[in-house]
């Protein structure tokens, strides 16, 4: 319980953090890279733990943050690419 109590906690401290460099107009890329690679990351550990628990996967809950999560990620894709051809 503890490991997923962590990974929650850091997913938290990596969207927050992402959050933060994408509202600061001084950031630099490096900065809003590394926040994004940290959240990116810390996600890919949160589905690891799930695929422990069949229970989880199942749940409505966790169905719905998932599809929020792609979507998120997307995003972030596709305003690297955006970025990219700029």
């Not at 490096?30 to 926040?35: G, H, I, L, R, S």
């Not at 990351?41 to 749940?59: D, H």
């Not at 809950?61 to 929020?68: A, G, K, R, T, W």
């Amino acid at each position: 319980m503890t490991h997923e109590q962590s990974t929650l906690v850091k997913l938290t401290e990596a969207r927050t953090s992402a959050m933060a460099v994408h509202d600061n107009p001084n950031a630099t890329l490096a900065q809003k890279e590394m926040a994004e690679n940290q959240l990116s990351g810390t996600l890919k550990t949160l589905f690891a733990v799930t695929e422990n628990y069949p229970e989880l996967k199942a749940s409505q809950n966790f169905l719905q943050l998932q599809d929020e999560i792609s979507d998120t990620e997307n995003k972030i894709q596709a305003s690297r690419r955006f970025y990219n051809s700029n």
